[in-house]
């Protein structure tokens, strides 16, 4: 039999430019919005810090400005993107802090005004499993019923004692329960892991791809972990002196990543940005592009496709 990889569009894994493309007919950009929220890990209800890696951006450090409406955001990151690339029709993504952690009407009032929105393609949504409740997840049912919804939720880890050290603030068995009820609501979800918590070994990061092969999520990103300024993580750094992935350490660990999930699992990202006025370490991870680039450069010298998957 005549065996051959699996091909995405070109590259070894299933990546987001094939998913949206697959999905959409052509290429969809992101816009980053602020909805102006916080978190149940700031206002005192779970904690005032946040997570330890967590900057006062609520990693949104590139969304829209929360002064603007969500239209006008939405047209002053369109904006931005338009004049790097021919862009038509965009994601309108909530990034900064918990996204779904408001009160409903207002939830519905920024929600309703961004879909209606006639170049917004669909909603991504980035929020904590502990912020889920029945009539949110009917609210973004309903939305789901006029353009695509997709629920991106920050696990980072599935192993308590790291959990507990950055202060995420719930156990696995709410991101579970949280994954149950978004199936049940038709919601496709993204989780955000991220590659490098202190502590933790390559074979800690394998596990936490293994067990999220078995949930039945649409997409995953890999987070490269940055120490930001002003951040707890950032004294933790320099009291511990944990250490941080040099790039080739971490281009061989997202490709051995890129083995263990399974292929219809969406890669969303392989790293990150970091801004560079807060970045502290690792500094090699400012060259974003320079890094996509090495990690697909390694993967086709390994003759890696992905998952070693083979169709006839």
Request: hydrophobic letters at 35%; proline letters at 5%.
């Amino acid at each position: 039999m005549n065996m051959t990889p699996l091909d995405f569009g070109g590259k070894p894994y299933r990546s987001l430019d094939y998913h949206l493309k697959e999905r959409y007919g052509e290429k969809i950009y992101k816009v980053s919005l602020n909805g102006r929220m916080t978190c149940p890990n700031r206002d005192g209800t779970l904690g005032s810090r946040g997570c330890i890696f967590c900057s006062e951006g609520g990693s949104g450090d590139f969304a829209g400005d929360k002064n603007l409406s969500i239209t006008d955001q939405i047209e002053q990151q369109k904006q931005k993107i338009i004049r790097k690339f021919p862009a038509k029709r965009f994601i309108a993504y909530f990034q900064a802090y918990t996204n779904t952690y408001a009160p409903i009407d207002y939830l519905e009032q920024i929600f309703t005004e961004a879909i209606r929105h006639p170049d917004i393609a669909g909603l991504s949504i980035g929020t904590r499993p502990d912020c889920l409740p029945v009539e949110t997840l009917s609210l973004l049912s309903r939305l789901n019923a006029v353009k695509p919804v997709t629920v991106e939720l920050g696990l980072q880890t599935i192993h308590e004692k790291t959990a507990v050290l950055i202060r995420r603030g719930y156990p696995l068995s709410c991101f579970e329960d949280a994954i149950t009820r978004l199936k049940a609501s038709g919601l496709e979800v993204v989780v955000h892991t991220i590659l490098g918590l202190p502590g933790e070994s390559a074979e800690d990061i394998f596990a936490t791809m293994r067990y999220l092969n078995g949930c039945g999520i649409q997409g995953i990103k890999l987070q490269l972990l940055h120490v930001l300024k002003n951040t707890d993580l950032a004294d933790y750094y320099y009291k511990t002196g944990f250490p941080v992935f040099s790039e080739n350490e971490y281009v061989d660990l997202v490709i051995r990543c890129l083995e263990l999930l399974s292929p219809e699992i969406t890669i969303h990202r392989l790293t990150g940005d970091g801004p560079c006025d807060l970045l502290i370490a690792p500094l090699w991870s400012r060259r974003k592009r320079a890094v996509l680039n090495h990690i697909h450069h390694e993967l086709k010298l390994r003759g890696t496709w992905q998952g070693k998957l083979y169709t006839a």
